[in-house]
């Protein structure tokens, strides 16, 4: 028995070399006709094939063509960096930095206000995803570059800085001067949330009108009875001057502090020096406040429904 499972798996062996070739050979031609069928279709869709001297070069000792030893050299360096554009930017901003950093400088707060572009304004002229962490970098050197001494500025700087400049400076804004008219009044106006007021201020004996109504039929409220006239009492003027005034829009509490901002303002026109008395009490500045909008599945702006467990 022995014997006979040696010559079998004798036999066995010696077939199986005829098996695996027979099936290499099916495989190689089958191959073949792929790429006969593949060069054919390729021959009829594309244009064929250029020969850039490889095969008449190889092993023949000559010199091959332009076009095989050539390559493409990109236009920058940082070209690799899949942020070019914004690498040449800011290496070019630090190299001005470095050139000219022993310049003159102006005191912090000196230098003349700029309004930069912001990150997302930046993003429309770069076609790049760059991140806000790194257009600070570029803001951080502009910043520094703005404060060489005026006189002494070079040309070149400006130049580079001026694509990172807004189209609109808003610092460069004037702002209008309150004239006093022929009658002794002085307008103002003052805004908040979404109330406007309009108010004329001229000399007297502290009379208010509000909407043709008095002071306390406009507002039941004596906070905003208060916050109207806050202006003319934080600098002991209620009983010099008369007001007049126009209000709209929003409740009562925005109109009064739209009152006091227009109040103030036309103040600060018969008396400019108590500008420093109204910003300490808070009647310069605009508050910018509003009522933030409802998000949908919230109840308000925030709040969220009550969960129920069960």
């Known amino acids: 028995m022995k014997g006979i499972v040696a010559a079998s798996s004798f036999v066995k062996a010696l077939q199986r070399p005829r098996k695996y070739a027979f099936r290499h050979q099916c495989l190689c031609e089958r191959k073949q006709h792929i790429r006969t069928f593949s060069a054919t279709r390729r021959s009829a869709i594309a244009a064929p094939e250029i020969d850039f001297g490889e095969s008449a070069g190889r092993g023949t000792g000559k010199e091959l063509g332009p076009l095989r030893v050539a390559r493409v050299v990109p236009a920058s360096p940082s070209y690799f960096t899949a942020k070019p554009e914004f690498t040449d930017s800011l290496l070019e901003l630090q190299t001005l930095l470095r050139r000219y950093e022993g310049l003159p400088v102006l005191a912090p707060g000196h230098a003349p206000r700029v309004a930069w572009k912001t990150h997302a304004q930046y993003l429309a002229t770069v076609a790049e995803p760059v991140k806000t962490a790194r257009y600070s970098k570029i803001l951080k050197v502009l910043h520094r570059l703005n404060h060489i001494h005026p006189s002494l500025m070079p040309e070149e700087v400006l130049e580079a800085m001026q694509p990172y400049k807004r189209d609109v400076n808003p610092y460069e804004n004037i702002r209008k001067e309150i004239v006093i008219d022929q009658f002794g009044r002085a307008r103002g106006v003052g805004r908040r949330k979404t109330s406007s007021a309009v ?100 109840v308000k702006a925030r709040k969220m429904p009550t969960w129920v467990k069960r």
């Not at 208010?208 to 009875?225: A, C, E, P, T, Y």
């Open 199 to 298: 108010a004329w201020v001229v000399e007297g004996d502290g009379a208010v009108m509000v909407n043709g109504k008095s002071l306390s039929q406009m507002f039941g409220r004596i906070h905003d009875r208060e916050s109207a006239l806050w202006p003319l009492k934080a600098t002991a003027r209620l009983e010099r001057y008369n007001v007049f005034a126009l209000v709209k829009g929003g409740g009562t509490t925005g109109q009064s502090e739209a009152l006091t901002l227009a109040v103030s303002n036309a103040l600060m026109a018969h008396e400019p020096r108590l500008k420093p008395a109204l910003r300490r009490a808070g009647c310069v500045t605009r508050d910018p406040r509003r009522v933030e909008r409802k998000k949908h599945g919230k």
